[in-house]
């Protein structure tokens, strides 16, 4: 399980998420572990990122795994490298986004659908354009056999905040009502054109606006790690599996400075590893 937020601001994109990853089976949560990789730079060098939620792996082959396999081949592998790389100085980020829903879902996805009937799993992938001076975000899910997107989930001169993956804690407090009112309101035999007016009407009264465009980068990564802590603290204390957890791990990235770590677990010790 995870919580995946995506805040861009006029000076970029914060991307932050947990580290919980959760083994079930038909009875329930099996063992959470604390120590998933959700959040990456897509290509070393440039201003380009990836968040992930949902399932953990595909086949046998963890998220993260996959995720670096994909870096390798945009990067210049000798996997196919006309069809797969990007050129520096010209690539777009909706162009990445296409190329990783060509690979991860029409390469890996479709070799273990039959071993994956209730699969769900997103991804995120933010940043600049060669050319541009907005970050921009364009979200990929797979459901099952099908595959939606890209699709950009703000317009490019847009800035505001989205977030995926377990986002109850999130909603409550942004929305001010949790997100399976509208379900209560249907179970209660209220009509449709009611619960849209009802919604409507709470959303508008009790929303929360947490950013405005002109928010410091710096501002924006508090917001971001706000969140996420949030969201770990309320799955700590709700009854049942803590399935938000682990580690928070925080990326910027902005026009000039790129895509910069600003907390990250690591697994070695960097000064064994020089």
């Known amino acids: 399980m995870t919580i995946a937020i995506c805040i861009k601001v006029n000076d970029g994109i914060v991307l932050a998420t947990d580290s919980a990853s959760t083994l079930s089976d038909k009875n329930g949560v099996i063992k959470v ?22 399932a953990g792996s595909i086949g046998s082959a963890s998220t993260a795994t996959l995720i670096k396999d994909f870096r390798k081949r945009i990067m210049g592998s000798d996997i196919d490298p006309q069809k797969w790389s990007i050129k520096k100085t010209e690539y777009t980020i909706q162009e990445i986004a296409n190329k990783f829903k060509e690979f991860i879902f029409d390469d890996i996805y479709k070799k273990y659908y ?11 992938i933010a940043g600049y354009s060669a050319h541009s001076d907005m970050a921009e975000a364009w979200k990929i899910q797979i459901v099952k056999d099908s595959c939606y997107g890209p699709e950009p989930v703000l317009d490019n001169d847009k800035c505001g905040v989205n977030w995926f993956g377990k986002t109850e804690a999130v909603v409550r407090l942004v929305c001010g009502v949790d997100p399976m009112f509208e379900g209560v309101l249907r179970k209660n035999d209220i009509k449709e054109e009611k619960v849209q007016k009802i919604m409507k009407s709470m959303t508008n009264s009790w929303s929360t606006d947490l950013i405005s465009n002109p928010m410091p980068i710096q501002d924006a990564i508090d917001l ?7 969201t770990k603290n309320y799955f700590r204390f709700k009854p049942g599996a803590a399935v938000v957890g682990g580690p928070t791990e925080i990326a910027a990235i902005t026009k000039h400075e790129g895509f910069k770590w600003i907390t990250r ?6 000064g064994l590893n020089l």
């Open 33 to 54: 572990y604390e120590n998933a990789d959700k959040l990456a730079n897509l290509y070393k060098g440039l201003p380009v990122g990836i968040i992930t939620w949902g």
């Open 224 to 230: 971001g790690n706000f969140l996420v802590e949030l």
């Open 265 to 270: 677990k690591l697994y070695y010790d960097r």
């Open 114 to 124: 039959s071993e994956q009937q209730d699969f769900v799993q997103g991804f995120l």
